[in-house]
C-alpha cells in the first residue's frame, strides 16, 4: 500500500539589492551546507506575504518590503511535495542577521551557479533569474 506524500507550503524571500540576490546556507538538517532562498513555512491563517515577513523577522532579524511574486514551484522531494511561493523583496529595517543559517552571500546573475542550490531553489535561478 502506497502512502500518501505530504505537502509542505513555503514562501521564499529573493531579496535583491542593485544586481545582487541574498543567499543563505542551511545549517542544519537532512539539506545541511546547501543553500537557499530565505524563508519558511506558511502557517495555518497566514497569508503567504504575511508569512514571508514574519520568517525573514525570525531567521535574519530584518523587515523586507515583499513586492511583485516572481514564480512558485512545485517540487517532489524524497519525503514530501514543496509548493513555494518566491516573491522579490527588498530589505526595509535590519542587518540580515543570521540566527539559523550557516552563511550567506549576495551573489551577482554571474555567480549564482558557485553554491549547490536546494533542488527547488535550483528551479528559481534557472527559470527566473538566469533569464
Request: net charge negative; charged share 35%.
Amino acid at each position: 500500500m502506497c502512502k500518501e506524500r505530504k505537502n509542505v507550503e513555503v514562501v521564499a524571500a529573493i531579496i535583491c539589492d542593485g544586481n545582487k540576490v541574498f543567499a543563505t546556507q542551511r545549517g542544519y538538517g537532512e539539506w545541511k551546507d546547501w543553500w537557499e532562498f530565505p524563508g519558511g513555512k506558511v502557517e495555518e491563517g497566514e497569508g503567504a506575504e504575511e508569512a514571508l515577513r514574519r520568517e525573514i523577522r525570525e531567521e535574519l532579524v530584518t523587515d523586507i518590503r515583499v513586492g511583485e511574486k516572481l514564480t512558485t514551484v512545485e517540487w517532489d522531494y524524497p519525503k514530501f511535495h514543496l509548493t513555494m511561493h518566491c516573491f522579490l523583496c527588498e530589505v526595509v529595517n535590519g542587518g540580515l542577521t543570521l540566527l539559523e543559517h550557516e552563511a550567506a552571500r549576495w551573489l551577482t546573475k554571474e555567480q549564482l551557479g558557485s553554491v549547490k542550490w536546494l533542488p527547488a531553489d535550483e528551479e528559481v535561478v534557472n527559470k527566473c533569474l538566469l533569464r
